[in-house]
């Protein structure tokens, strides 16, 4: 039994390091190859992560690289979010060709990274965008009611059921209304319960 959990453990620890890997993106700027992604995935909206880097130049065997030292001494890198922008310091990992920025990332959607000098004399200038952030949905365990799209659609929907209940009883008589206000009362509500079933369904589809 410990044999099968912890190749489980193995499992999910593989899966999980193919994905990033597959995730980061790559751009080749002659000789080297820059690539960008989060160090830990996926990315999600609140907790700490790193901007990580590799930026590697051919080896003498052909087809094999190493790792670049002090790429950043002439390289400015940008973080951007849709119209916003902030520059950030690079911090060098121990092993050589590799280098990180801790984030914490603020907001769901899609981060670029912009970088602007020279390495060894070879002028850089590219755009590189990551793996887009997603919310802490996509990480809840157990899921609270309100990460629930399903759970609140169906308490709408018995609302609005029940809404029509009460108001069909008031109009064939078998509640006393006194007037017609608590009859307008009614509809108002109904038109309340509807209106936010829309905004959940609508709520549902922007998270898919």
């Known amino acids: 039994m410990k044999v099968a959990i912890l190749g489980l453990i193995g499992l999910l620890f593989f899966v999980g390091f193919t994905s990033q890997a597959f ?3 790559t751009v080749e700027v002659e000789p080297y190859k820059i690539e960008v992604g989060w160090g830990l995935e996926p990315p999600v909206v609140g907790i700490r992560n790193d901007f990580v880097f590799k930026i590697t130049e051919p080896e003498d065997t052909p087809g094999s690289y190493k790792g670049v030292t002090n790429a950043f001494k002439s390289v400015e890198a940008t973080a951007l979010f849709g ?8 911090n060098s990992d121990p092993k050589i060709g590799y280098y ?25 200038d590219v755009q ?6 997603e919310s802490t949905a ?14 609140d659609v169906t308490a709408l929907k018995n609302a609005i059921s029940s809404l029509q209940r009460e ?19 009614a509809i108002f509500g109904l038109s309340i319960a509807t209106a936010a079933i829309i905004l959940a369904i609508v709520a549902l589809i922007k998270r898919k």
């Open 128 to 133: 590189i965008p990551v793996e887009d952030v």
């Open 23 to 25: 995730a980061h993106t």
């Open 167 to 185: 108001v069909s009883s008031m109009k064939d008589g078998s509640e006393n209304v006194n007037g017609g206000t608590v009859y307008d009362f």
């Open 83 to 90: 119209g916003i922008s902030k520059k950030i310091d690079i």
């Open 138 to 151: 996509v990480l809840d365990f157990p899921q609270t009611s309100g990460s629930s799209s399903a759970q």
């Open 100 to 124: 990180f920025s801790p984030v914490i990332p603020t907001k769901t959607g899609t981060y670029i990274m912009d970088l602007k000098g020279e390495i060894n004399g070879v002028p850089i």
